[in-house]
Each structure stands twice: as C-alpha cells, then as structure tokens.
Antibody
Framework: EVQLVESGGGLVQPGGSLRLSCAAS????????MDWVRQAPGKGLEWVGR??????????EYAASVKGRFTISRDDSKNSLYLQMNSLKTEDTAVYYC??????????????WGQGTLVTVSS | SYELTQPPSVSVSPGQTARITCSGD??????AYWYQQKPGQAPVLVIY???ERPSGIPERFSGSSSGTTVTLTISGVQAEDEADYYC???????????FGGGTKLTVL
C-alpha cells in the first residue's frame, strides 16, 4: 500500500523558516516525480513545486509565488521528500501536501497524496 | 502568470450527466489532469493526460479536449460524486504548473 506521511508543520513567525518532510513507502520512490501542493484554509489547490526523478536529473521547478524562498529536495536512500521554506509570509499559511506521480518514469498526474501538514505563519 | 478557468459551480440531479469545463491558452499543447476533493480529504486523481482514467476510478468519469478547453464528464452522477473538482495543467513552456480555481459539483 502506498503511503505518504508529511511532518514538520506548525506555527512560525513571518520571516521565519520551516522544513517539511514527507516519508514515502509502498512504491519505488526513486522512480517517481514528486510534488508539493498547498491549500490555504477554505481556498483551492495551489501547486508549489516539483522534483523529477534520478533519470531526469532530479530537476526542480517552482511556482512563482515561492521561487527563491522555497527549496525542494529528496533523499532516495531514505524514501523522503523535503520542502525547505524560508522568508515565510502570512500568505504561505496552508495545508501542505506531498504527492507522487501516479506512475513511474514521468508525470502522470498526482496519483498519491499524503494527509497534509498545516503551516501557520503568524505573529 | 498562467491561469486555468473553471466555473465556480455546477449542479445536476442524480443520474444526469455533469460536465465541468476548464479553459487555458496552453491546453492545446499541454495535457490536463482532473482531481476530485471531498471535504477534509486529500484530492484524488480521476483523469490524467486529458482522457485517461487511473485504475480504480469508475467508468462514469471521462475526459476530453478541444482546443483551449478540456472537459470532465461524469455520466450517471451519484450522490457520492458531490465534491470539488480541480483541473491542472502547465503553461506553454511546461515548467510552470497551475490548478484551476475549482468547481463545486452539487448533486441535487
């Protein structure tokens, strides 16, 4: 069974930093593209960014709203995905989901999702 | 920045067909993906690459594409299909991904 479990959320002051983790199991993590998606309270989904797999050189892409502040990384030896968030703003308050491409090798839509972790940016 | 446009709401009676559209300038070049999200739950992928259905998704869910618009069709809508639906795609460069604003499907 595929499982994605996020951790690391919490309350942080504006300008602060936070690192989210996502532990994956039940599939060959190294073969899959991985995304972070967030959802502000009562709002829609917002794509945060992506890391591709080793075959595609672990390249990353980011939404304009987080580029230069957020960094996505992965450790295939630990089946883990990370999101380093710096210079946090109140508008970054959201539930953050890690999600995996439905099938290995390329992007086939986000077929597996974690339960999400809440990040609250407030003074 | 690139945008995908969805109607805020669609309402249908049980057994009828629901159609949810998503419009974007790059859709002729980029695939679209559709997600269903029920309150308090993570999204579920229901259509990938415009019209492919992941395993486990009922056949009543289908997708199509025409020019700058993609459509999610739910045939024989059931009460359990009441949810928010989001389309997702990329800009023409393929490097910036977005979700549509979401459509709330109400089953009357």
């Amino acid at each position: 069974e595929v499982q994605l479990v996020e951790s690391g959320g919490g309350l942080v002051q504006p300008g602060g930093s936070l690192r989210l983790s996502c532990a994956a199991s039940g599939f060959t993590f190294s073969d899959h593209y991985m995304d972070w998606v967030r959802q502000a309270p009562g709002k829609g989904l917002e794509w945060v960014g992506r890391t591709r797999n080793k075959a595609n050189s672990y390249t990353t892409e980011y939404a304009a709203s987080v580029k230069g502040r957020f960094t996505i990384s992965r450790d295939d030896s630990k089946n883990s995905l990370y999101l380093q968030m710096n210079s946090l703003k109140t508008e970054d308050t959201a539930v953050y989901y890690c999600a995996s491409s439905a099938y290995s090798g390329s992007y086939y839509g986000l077929g597996y999702w974690g339960q999400g972790t809440l990040v609250t940016v407030s003074s | 920045s690139y945008e995908l446009t969805q109607p805020p709401s669609v309402s249908v009676s049980p057994g009828q067909t629901a159609r949810i559209t998503c419009s974007g300038d790059a859709l002729p070049k980029q695939y679209a993906y559709w997600y269903q999200q029920k309150p308090g739950q993570a999204p579920v992928l229901v259509i990938y690459k415009d019209s492919e259905r992941p395993s486990g998704i009922p056949e009543r869910f289908s997708g199509s594409s025409s020019g700058t618009t993609v459509t999610l069709t739910i045939s024989g809508v059931q009460a359990e299909d009441e949810a928010d639906y989001y389309c997702q795609s990329a800009d023409s460069s393929g490097t910036s991904w977005v979700f549509g604003g979401g459509t709330k499907l109400t089953v009357l």
